[in-house]
């Protein structure tokens, strides 16, 4: 069963705010969220989470909805090295070795 | 920085033979992670282990076994491979506890099974 929904495809311009939404429903009250991105050829890299609150790293920022069934991360000033696959991803923390199941995420590309 | 290695980026190998990917962290975690990727299926786990000598079956165990001797090295396993099994396989490691969010990733192995 899917956890997240995410627009398969997105395109974005050089310079402009990337905002790709994520949709999570059946989010339960423990559940975070989390958001990874893999360039191409490369593994997948974490960006940022959250579980109620927005929340800012020196990436993107989190914004997560009043009743968390969706969120939003946006990359503020996207260049062309943010074109990548941006998974989002639901699941609890568990402190010992926190499972995460990882969709088809949305492609981003960031043109000129 | 965390690095985290994989013994090979291609490999090809025949079906039937028993193939070892192997994983390697240097950053002391606890957890470490085999996924393998697919076109249209993204990134799906197959074994982690939580400590020396202990493992988990994530979500496609089958057809794979692991090893973790060491807390540095997770290896993964095709007692004998298949064509089914040619894909991309990624290894993770991270730290148990507050940090346990974060995976990090290896360049990937993409082993083809002729």
């Known amino acids: 069963d899917a956890k997240t929904t995410q627009p398969p495809s997105m395109d974005c311009a050089e310079g402009r705010a990337a905002n790709l939404p994520c949709n999570h429903s059946?989010?339960?009250?423990?559940?975070?969220v989390y958001w990874y991105r893999q360039i191409h050829s490369q593994g997948p890299q974490y960006i940022i989470h959250?579980?109620?609150n927005n929340e800012t790293n020196e990436m993107a920022s989190l914004i997560i909805t009043e009743d968390r069934k969706s969120s939003t991360l946006i990359l503020p000033h996207a260049t062309l090295r943010d074109t990548a696959v941006y998974y989002c991803i639901v699941s609890y923390l568990t402190g010992t070795a926190s499972k995460l199941t990882f969709g088809t995420g949305t492609r981003l590309q960031v043109t000129l | 920085d965390v690095k985290v290695t994989q013994s090979s980026r291609y490999l090809v190998k025949r079906t039937g033979e028993k193939v070892f990917l192997e994983c390697v962290q240097d950053m002391d975690h606890e957890n470490m992670f085999w996924y393998r990727q697919d076109p249209g299926l993204g990134l799906r786990l197959i074994y982690f282990s939580y400590d020396v000598k202990m493992k988990e079956k994530g979500d496609i165990p089958e057809g794979y076994s692991v090893s973790r001797e060491k807390k540095e090295r997770f290896s993964l396993i095709l007692e004998s491979a298949s064509t089914n099994q040619t894909s991309m396989y990624l290894c993770?490691?991270?730290?148990?506890?507050?940090?346990?969010?974060?995976?990090?990733f290896g360049p990937g192995t993409r082993l083809t099974v002729t």
């Open positions: 059946t989010i339960s009250g423990n559940e975070y």
């Open positions: 993770a490691s991270s730290s148990s506890g507050t940090g346990d969010y974060e995976q990090y």
């Open positions: 959250g579980l109620k």
